[in-house]
C-alpha cells in the first residue's frame, strides 16, 4: 500500500457542485500539505496543518476548505466548484518541517466543466 | 519575479549523456534545497535534497549549490530511459514554506 493515499484519482464534475478530495497516510507524520499543480505554475500550496488541532491557509486558499479529521486524514473541500480550479491536485506529508522533503500522495486530477 | 526560476524544457538526450538541470531563485535566505522526480501520473518523490552550498553525490545523481550565484544544479551521469520525467526543484529557508520550480521535462532516448 501507498505511504500516502489519495482518493479519487480522477473526477469530473460540473460547475457549481461541491466536491471532497481525500488523503489518508501511514507515514507516522504530523504535518500534512494540499498542493494544486497546474502546468507553467508548478506546485502552489493551498493549505497546510501541522497537527489535528492546526490548520493553515496557503498561497490560494480562495475557493478552497480543509479538514483535519486525524493524524492520518486530511480532505480538501471544493464549495462550489469553477473550471479555474481544474488541475492535478496533491497531498503531501511531512516528518517536523519536511526540511529533507514531503511524501507525495500520486495525485487527484479534478477536471471542472 | 518569481521566487524560482526553472527552463521547463523540454530537454531531449541520448542514452548515456551528462544531462545538466537548473533553478535560480531570488531570495538569499533559502538555505534548504531539494531536487523531485516526478513520473507521468506520479506524484513527485524526493531525489535530493543539500544544506546551504556545496556538492552533493548519490549515486548517477550530483546535486549542487552556489548561493553567491543564486543558483542550484542536478547532473545525472550516464542517463538511462528509466531518468525520463519531470524533475523539479524546490527550495525553503525554515520548512515552514517550500518553493518550487515549473519543472524540466527530460527524455532519454535509447
Known amino acids: 500500500d501507498a505511504d500516502v493515499t489519495q482518493t479519487p484519482r480522477n473526477r469530473i464534475t460540473k460547475t457549481g457542485k461541491r466536491i471532497m478530495l481525500e488523503c489518508s497516510q501511514t507515514?507516522?507524520?504530523?504535518?500534512m500539505y494540499w498542493y494544486r499543480q497546474d502546468p507553467g505554475l508548478g506546485l502552489r500550496l493551498i493549505y497546510y496543518?501541522?497537527?489535528?488541532?492546526?490548520?493553515n491557509k496557503g498561497e490560494i486558499s480562495d475557493g478552497y476548505s480543509v479538514s483535519r479529521q486525524a493524524q492520518a486524514k486530511f480532505s480538501l473541500s471544493l464549495e462550489s466548484a469553477i473550471p479555474n480550479q481544474t488541475a492535478l491536485y496533491f497531498c503531501?506529508?511531512?516528518?517536523?518541517?519536511?526540511?529533507?522533503?514531503?511524501?507525495f500522495g500520486s495525485g487527484t486530477r479534478l477536471t471542472v466543466v | 519575479q518569481k521566487e524560482v526560476e526553472q527552463d521547463p524544457g523540454p530537454l531531449s538526450v541520448p542514452e548515456g549523456a551528462i544531462v545538466s538541470l537548473n533553478c535560480t531563485y531570488s531570495?538569499?535566505?533559502?538555505?534548504?534545497f531539494m531536487w523531485y522526480r516526478q513520473y507521468s501520473r506520479k506524484g513527485p518523490e524526493l531525489l535530493m535534497y543539500t544544506y546551504s552550498s556545496g556538492n552533493k553525490e548519490d549515486g548517477r545523481f550530483t546535486a549542487q549549490v552556489d548561493k553567491s550565484s543564486k543558483y542550484i544544479s542536478l547532473f545525472i551521469r550516464d542517463s538511462q530511459p528509466s531518468d525520463s520525467a519531470t524533475y523539479l526543484c524546490?527550495?525553503?529557508?525554515?520548512?515552514?514554506?517550500?518553493?518550487f520550480g515549473t519543472g524540466t521535462s527530460l527524455t532519454v532516448i535509447p
Open positions: 524546490a527550495m525553503t529557508l525554515t520548512g515552514n514554506q517550500f518553493y
Open positions: 531570495n538569499s535566505a533559502f538555505q534548504y
Open positions: 503531501a506529508t511531512s516528518d517536523g518541517p519536511g526540511l529533507y522533503g514531503y511524501t
Open positions: 507515514k507516522g507524520h504530523d504535518r
Open positions: 496543518s501541522f497537527d489535528v488541532k492546526d490548520i
